[in-house]
């Protein structure tokens, strides 16, 4: 075969791997395959100002197309930048493969960094390609270990001199692993004993539940065990927010989650971390005399934080369908009764929870300005019924979420992370996966700040997406924080909030008509569903600055 050299078989690897997009913003140390890119234009290079944008559309991408997408950094300083999001890519598992270029390997003496160690934290794999003939099977393993459970972000170096050096070369693939793992039937056995026992049974459901099987095992389960059914950094359609049995997000920093758990005698914990929060508290949230039944792909997530009386390792969706298989089973007909009253007792709950927000929508539609209740209702009310929504609203992202009410698969995606900055390029990434739909960003003030340079790649290579700013002029999640902290603590309340406010106002219609784009500043529900309605006809990217009440 013939020599070639090291740039041209990493672009080459890439086209086996049926990569179509590229997410980058390049340095010196990418000069190599900058230069012949052009040589390659079924790969499509978006070009991103910063590398939390780049980083942040490859989330975007992965999530809603189900590929392993691809990101370009450059040296350490680029790199660097881009950590702050893979950082928690590694916490959540999202599939990724993130390339720098580096200095040649030969210039050891001078000083050059090493790439792959400064990553490794922050990666399932990482690793630096010093030579070309090593090109073809590093990238074939890179996707490999990204796509493969437990998913995660792998990144890596590429030296200078493996970019210029020529090989003999063989451009070959990775293998997709296609079958998803099963559980095992006697741990399945004796998890169905404990839920058909059990007199309030509850069923949390995390992303991998979406991610590995589906919602409809999710579903069926909760239904025929009578269980009330919660989200836990459930930032997808894991189960149908409509469904009578829907209860909402847990958020353990709430007394009302707190009881809801441990108001329980059986817990399933399904493809969520168990119970993951920044802070502190002491003792388990799992009551002492309850069971707690963690099923998840990621073996190393089963009894990380509370005790667990039976993990079962498998693909959470397929495991709650043998879940729901084998209860159908074994339910006595008393068994059955009493579930039928759970559910009964829950769907007037989740009544009563859907009123409550309706009633709370409707007040802040009133109050000047709007609440963020109120925004997401205007939403709900003005969307088409096929908009994907990817929701970076930082605390106001509850709101969204409960006004929107997902239910149909690939039509919500949240941020499952502890840095903000991710929804400016992730809205970016979801719409590339989903071209003929519209796709709102509903993005925190402060967090669009982190990443804001993603309006010029919205315009730079026409991507229509629609930014919905939630513009409380504050870090209002930080006061939120700040609250909890106080009282985990049994301090007063704080009486003022410092650095947590935007005094000098952060005006988005400005930047967004700097780069060209449509850009509306609304305060008022109707104002806003106008907005909203041209902008999404419009086709084109915008920006819609929405003025809420950011009070507490």
């Not at 590995?212 to 025929?224: M, N």
């Not at 009578?226 to 989200?231: E, L, R, S, V």
């Not at 997530?301 to 709650?320: C, M, R």
């Not at 700040?449 to 870090?475: D, E, F, G, K, R």
Request: hydrophobic share 45%; proline share 5%.
């Amino acid at each position: 075969m013939p020599k070639i050299a090291g740039k041209h078989a990493l672009l080459k690897m890439f086209q086996a791997e049926g990569i179509r997009h590229m997410f980058g913003n390049p340095g010196t140390s990418e000069a190599p395959m900058m230069d012949v890119m052009p040589e390659y234009p079924d790969l499509r290079y978006y070009l991103a100002l910063q590398e939390g944008v780049a980083v942040g559309m490859a989330e975007g991408y992965a999530r809603a197309s189900g590929e392993v997408p691809l990101v370009s950094l450059h040296i350490d300083n680029g790199m660097a930048n881009g950590l702050s999001l893979m950082i928690d890519m590694k916490y959540s598992g999202t599939p990724m493969v993130l390339t720098a270029g580096n200095k040649d390997i030969r210039k050891m003496a001078a000083g050059r960094s090493d790439l792959a160690e400064m990553a490794r934290p922050f990666a399932k794999w990482s690793t630096e390609i010093t030579h070309p003939e090593q090109m073809a099977s590093v990238i074939r393993r890179a996707f490999q270990e990204a796509r493969t459970a437990p998913t995660g972000p792998v990144f890596v170096s590429v030296s200078a001199n493996a970019f210029d050096d020529v090989a003999d070369i063989d451009i070959l693939p990775s293998t997709a692993v296609r079958s998803l793992p099963q559980a095992d039937s006697n741990a399945i056995e004796e998890a169905c004993k404990l839920i058909a026992n059990a007199e309030r049974p509850i069923l949390i459901v995390g992303d991998r539940v979406s991610e590995y099987g589906g919602a409809e095992g999710a579903v069926r389960l909760a239904e025929l065990g009578g269980m009330k059914a919660y989200g836990h950094l459930s930032t997808a359609m894991n189960f149908p927010a409509t469904h009578p049995l829907w209860q909402g997000g847990l958020n353990m920093r709430t007394q009302e989650a707190v009881d809801a758990v441990r108001a329980a005698d059986v817990v399933v914990a399904a493809g969520c971390p168990v119970f993951e929060d920044f802070f502190y508290q002491p003792g388990q949230f799992v009551a002492s005399d309850s069971k707690l039944i963690h099923i998840d792909i990621n073996a190393g997530e089963i009894g990380k934080s509370e005790p667990t009386d039976l993990g079962i390792i498998g693909a959470p969706g397929i495991a709650l369908g043998q879940l729901a298989d084998q209860l159908s089973e074994v339910m006595s007909g008393s068994q059955i009764e009493s579930a039928k009253g759970r559910a009964a007792q829950a769907a007037q709950q989740s009544a009563a929870r859907r009123s409550a927000f309706l009633e709370l929508a409707a007040k802040g539609m009133k109050s000047s300005p709007m609440t963020a209740a109120a925004m997401g209702k205007v939403m709900a009310d003005t969307m088409p019924e096929d908009t994907v929504v990817f929701n970076d609203g930082v605390s106001s992202s509850g709101f969204v979420f409960d006004a929107l009410q997902p239910s149909r698969p690939g039509s919500y995606f949240g941020c499952r992370g502890q840095a903000i900055g991710w929804g400016m390029g992730a809205t970016l990434g979801v719409k590339l996966a989903n071209m003929d739909r519209p796709t709102v960003g509903v993005i925190g003030d402060g967090s669009a700040m982190m990443t804001i340079q993603a309006l010029y790649t919205s315009v730079n290579h026409n991507v229509p997406v629609v930014y919905v700013m939630c513009n409380n002029s504050s870090y209002r999640v930080l006061k939120v924080n700040m609250n909890h902290y106080h009282r985990l603590n049994k301090m007063a309340m704080p009486s003022h909030y410092f650095g947590f406010d935007f005094p000098a106002e952060i005006d988005f219609v400005a930047q967004a008509k700097a780069y060209g784009m449509r850009g509306e500043r609304v305060e008022r529900p109707e104002e806003f569903a106008n907005a909203l309605d041209g902008a999404i006809k419009s086709g084109e990217p915008a920006v819609i600055d929405v003025i809420i009440d950011g009070s507490l």
